[in-house]
């Protein structure tokens, strides 16, 4: 099943192009919303020559050491049950980039509408590309991580990311491409891939600390940057029949822990219904 996510058809497209582009050399940042409340702690992304393929322009995202987030949200519409697309970035990681940093360092994010870490996102960190999701899943943790491939610098890196999504853990699904390759094929996150629609209330002592409790007992992925789980002072009950909407956003956010600066490029970004159209 596949919904349409923009205010025109996805039928509108034509054949071999995708749904959307960031088309950075074509029209700067005009392909994306105006969400400055994304630069906490670092400067807004800034176009620049690219690296790679001048005299194309990228965009580039830095944020210093201390600092929390330099992102930016393609002008598309949200993502609910049951949509289904590719989505494409070719991004750069200079020689400076730490890649091997133990904290997280989120590059690509498909953010759930309420607050608490995503149900999927792409980080840098171990010296490896990584994908996961589940630190906020809205009853507790429900985590999940895979490798992707090396963090190479130095040279563009193409990611193709396929996500059907559902808060049904049976149906959302994610396949991912680097460089062409199939990493990961038909994975389903025991989280989903959207969050379920929850009531909440204030937890009492006894629940408060049973919930502290059961977050520490659960298992953390091996070689993956952890994330907070969500606070343990409410009591959430999560929906069985509706979902939250999730919306994409790309840049740098990072753990305000980290000393070490960090910046890199997306050369560019597509949305599409099929894998050769987001893969450029």
Request: charged share 15%; glycine share 8%.
């Amino acid at each position: 099943m596949v919904v349409s996510i923009l205010a025109v058809p996805v039928a509108s497209a034509e054949a071999g192009t995708p749904v959307w582009q960031s088309d950075f050399t074509g029209s700067g940042f005009a392909q994306f919303k105006s969400t400055p409340w994304n630069n906490d702690g670092a400067s807004a992304p800034v176009l620049v020559t690219s690296t790679v393929a001048p005299p194309a322009l990228a965009a580039q995202f830095t944020v210093p050491a201390r600092g929390t987030r330099s992102e930016i949200e393609p002008n598309v519409a949200n993502f609910v049950e049951g949509s289904d697309y590719y989505f494409g970035d070719t991004i750069t990681l200079p020689a400076s980039f730490p890649t091997a940093e133990s904290s997280w360092q989120v590059i690509t994010q498909w953010k759930n509408d309420g607050t608490g870490s995503p149900p999927v996102e792409l980080k840098v960190g171990n010296g490896n590309i990584l994908m996961d999701g589940g630190y906020g899943y809205p009853t507790g943790p429900r985590l999940w991580s895979k490798t992707i491939g090396p963090a190479a610098t130095g040279r563009p890196i193409n990611l193709v990311v396929h996500i059907l999504f559902s808060s049904n853990p049976a149906v959302g699904s994610l396949d991912v491409w680097m460089d062409g390759v199939p990493v990961i094929s038909g994975y389903k996150p025991p989280a989903g891939t959207l969050y379920p629609a929850y009531t909440k209330k204030k937890a009492s002592p006894k629940q408060a600390a049973a919930q502290s409790a059961a977050a520490a007992r659960t298992p953390r992925p091996r070689g993956t940057p952890t994330e907070p789980a969500a606070a343990p002072t409410e009591v959430v009950t999560a929906s069985t029949t509706t979902s939250q909407f999730s919306y994409w956003k790309m840049g740098l956010y990072r753990d305000p822990a980290i000393r070490s600066n960090a910046s890199y490029y997306i050369e560019s970004a597509r949305l599409a219904t099929n894998y050769a159209d987001a893969a450029g």
